[in-house]
């Protein structure tokens, strides 16, 4: 244990300490910090800058410089001294400022008798919110010791701001949550909301930075150290055999919990003044400040995985955590770093919009996201940090644009926006009991996706006909094992029950590539969404299949039943499969179990090959839906997850839609019932331009529904099909401009 010393820092955070009990206003106690430490550490000079913008820096507050200047000097990040330090969030210690890279004369000040400087970052959790700077005229170099005081005093400060000790007047000293944020991520799940933002992990808030009795202290910490190390050990018991990365993850874990030198340095911290939560969190921020400079992806996990334990310990030493007491908001926008797809159905469709850390486009997460028809973006910054329980939040999952606190005028063109959409919304209620009937009398068939029980109330709300893709495998997804015959059974039973007669068509279990799950052995796989998936795991591991059709049949229990197999790539993976159905079916009636009264066995189309697949396989398929989210990846070879990629290749573009017209073509000469379960079917345009060459049933989010049904019945198909021909034949890429240029013309 180092020893406790009546150091320079701890000096100097008590007399902190002192003047921040007293009463004042902020701007006299950021003087006073700067007298004090100016004093304490006998330099001439002590600053304090701090953002008043995301780039430029303000001095906040002086002891040696001109007081006139306070308020007045601004810097960019990145320019001069300061702007450096801002930048690199490293601290600069010289005895010679004006020979030093970067170094700004700034004449207002009076600066330029000052030969040394040191300057450290405030920063708090890797967000940056100023620089403490010292100098001296005598030309000299600030000792190791001096360094790490002024850096532990710039973490107190940092405590501080988010505390709102220093609230003032003027840009830099207004509250830190109380400024509007904007935040860009990437659209996981469309649509708009507004709310106030509900915190899945509420930041822990460390309300005493500087401590009287490092021996009381050091006591703690080795408490919660101790305790740390017993759950991580617990929860390493508990994990499930197999599951290598979630076991990689608390190995790290422990390894962390165990390291000598993540405590020593804590332990260094307390020696120096800092409460024990205060050295466990400058430990993270610093671990947060390497995050964000490491390219390897490794190690950036492992300084992820220290994140996560320091948070903690935090929960541990301060008592805070998950139930911190806040009352969740009325319309809660969801906040977290991530979130298992478990947690989030736990709290389903209460939710109005999600904004996430990190997440990806193909997480489980969004996958329920998706199903619940909730917004969601992904990738959003510093949202975790920059987010406060109850703040307004405005999700665009149009832009892919998250709003913290904004300004009225967003707030306002928000609510327009939110409010023609209603409109909108209302005039498609208007038509939900319609059919959808072209102008040219050609009637398509428009059908919902689902994946959940709660789902099925939208096959009334939607006016869909029918649920034209169950997804099955989100049951799978977000339990810790495999689900029991019996319980999907009930499951499929009661979706069959509530579609009360509306044909419900189930596909079985689509696993793999993105969509892993928890207690299934992973696979390292070069390529997972050209690997081990779908049909392919169904057919070598035929178990879980055979359960899941067996499952289905009783669920029906007389009644029709419907299934398709996803991702067939050749005839004989549907033909195998289909043999098991049979194979299911006898021995159910064997058992003496009641059959269906009618069974069709479809067939996903989602790769180019089945395009071209022998005659024989669209005889045999009772049916064909096109899954286009796949198909169209693996017909322009753009992974449908990758953000580089995933929107350069147009659904409409000619190559493209000449294939769909091909699979029409084989469908119509073999009388096999096709339809388009991808998203794409729910895009208006989309839709259009599918029922322009020949598709006449789609199945979509139950939202799509109205609006592509509000286009069909606005449009003639045989004009529709005249524009599309006619552009295809001038050579465009993509029938698109052609079609937006026809609508456009049509009024629209
Ligand atoms: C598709 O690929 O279009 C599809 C509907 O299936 P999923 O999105 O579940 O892969
Ligand atoms: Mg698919």
């Given at each position: ?12 955070l008590g007399r902190l300490r002192d003047t921040l009990a007293e009463p004042g206003?902020?701007?006299?106690r950021l003087?006073r910090i700067?007298?004090i ?119 107190v400060l940092?405590e501080m701001?988010?505390l709102?000790a220093f ?40 309300t005493q930075p500087i ?538």
């Amino acid at each position: 244990m180092p020893e406790q010393t009546d150091s320079a820092s701890r000096r100097l955070l008590g007399r902190l300490r002192d003047t921040l009990a007293e009463p004042g206003a902020g701007q006299e106690r950021l003087d006073r910090i700067t007298h004090i430490i100016a004093e304490q550490m006998g330099t001439d000079v002590c600053s304090i800058y701090l953002f008043r913008d995301p780039d430029t820096l303000e001095l906040c507050a002086t002891e040696g410089l001109k007081p006139e200047a306070v308020h007045q000097t601004r810097l960019r990040v990145g320019e001069g001294l300061v702007g450096r330090v801002a930048k690199t969030a490293r601290p600069i210690n010289t005895g010679n400022a004006p020979q030093e890279r970067g170094f700004r004369y700034m004449p207002e000040t009076g600066e330029e008798v000052f030969s040394s400087f040191l300057g450290v970052p405030v920063q708090r959790l890797g967000v940056r919110l100023g620089v403490l700077v010292v100098q001296s005229k005598e030309g000299r170099q600030y000792s190791d010791d001096e360094v790490y005081a002024l850096e532990v005093v710039a973490m107190v400060l940092a405590e501080m701001t988010e505390l709102g000790a220093f609230i003032g007047e003027g840009e830099a000293l207004t509250a830190l949550h109380s400024r509007p944020a904007m935040l860009r991520g990437t659209v996981a799940q469309e649509g708009v909301a507004m709310g106030h933002a509900w915190l899945h992990e509420p930041r822990v808030v460390v309300t005493q930075p500087i401590a009287d009795d490092p021996a009381t202290e050091m006591a703690r910490l080795n408490e919660a150290v101790d305790k740390l190390r017993i759950t991580v050990d617990e929860m390493l018991n508990a994990a499930p055999d197999g599951d290598n990365e979630q076991l990689q993850v608390l190995e790290a874990y422990r390894m962390f919990a165990n390291s000598r030198g993540w405590k020593r340095r804590m332990e260094e911290d307390i020696a120096r003044g800092l409460s024990a939560e205060a050295a466990v969190e400058k430990e993270q921020s610093a671990a947060r400040a390497r995050m964000q400079t490491v390219p390897d992806p490794y190690l950036r996990e492992r300084l992820h995985d220290l994140d996560d334990l320091s948070n903690r310990l935090l929960r541990i030493l301060t008592g805070q955590g998950e139930r911190t007491g806040a009352e969740r908001p009325a319309d809660p926008i969801l906040i977290a770093r991530n979130i298992g797809p478990g947690e989030l159905l736990d709290y389903g469709r209460s939710l109005r919009g999600i904004v996430l850390e990190e997440g990806a486009v193909g997480s489980h997460a969004a996958i329920v996201a998706r199903a619940l028809a909730i917004p969601l973006i992904v990738h959003a910054g510093r949202v975790t940090t920059e987010a406060l329980n109850g703040d307004p939040v405005l999700v665009d999952g149009e832009q892919g644009i998250v709003h913290l606190r904004p300004e009225e005028t967003v707030a306002s063109a928000f609510r327009d926006k939110m409010a023609m959409q209603a409109k909108a919304v209302k005039r498609y209620a208007a038509i939900r009991n319609e059919p959808a009937l072209t102008l040219c009398g050609t009637r398509v068939a428009l059908t919902m996706n689902a994946g959940l029980m709660a789902d099925l109330p939208s096959l009334e709300s939607s006016g869909a006909e029918g649920v034209g893709l169950f997804r099955t495998e989100l049951q799978f997804l977000v339990r810790t094992k495999v689900p029991r015959r019996s319980e999907l059974a009930q499951l499929y039973a009661r979706v069959i029950d509530a579609a009360q007669g509306k044909r419900v068509v189930f596909r079985t279990l689509d696993i793999g590539s993105d969509k892993v799950l928890p207690y299934m052995k992973r696979r390292e796989e070069p390529n997972p969404a050209l690997g081990w998936r779908a049909i392919r795991v169904g057919l070598d591991r035929p178990g879980v299949m055979r359960m899941q059709i067996q499952a289905l049949i009783r669920a029906a229990n007389g009644r029709p039943l419907t299934l398709m197999f996803p991702f067939v790539a050749q005839l004989d993976e549907f033909r195998t499969a289909r043999e098991h159905v049979l194979g299911e079916l006898e021995r159910e009636e064997r058992l003496g179990r009641v059959l269906p009264e009618k069974v069709e066995i479809g067939a996903m189309l989602e790769t180019p090959s089945m395009a071209f697949a022998p005659r024989q396989f669209y005889e045999e398929a009772d049916f064909i839906s096109i899954g286009g989210n796949d198909l169209k990846q693996f017909f322009f070879a753009a992974d449908r997850e990758n953000e580089h990629v995933r929107r350069r290749y147009d659904t409409l573009n000619v190559s493209f839609l000449t294939l769909l017209e091909q699979i029409v073509k084989r469908c119509e000469d073999t009388g096999t019932p096709l339809s388009f379960c991808g998203e794409d079917a729910g895009r208006p345009v989309e839709a259009l331009c599918f029922a322009a060459i020949g598709l006449r049933a789609l199945s979509m989010r139950p939202a799509s529904i109205g609006p592509v049904k509000n286009m069909l019945r606005k449009s003639d198909l045989t004009e529709a099909r005249a524009v599309i021909d006619a552009a295809r034949a001038s050579g465009a890429q993509s029938v698109r401009p052609a079609v937006m240029d026809w609508l456009r013309r049509r009024g629209e």
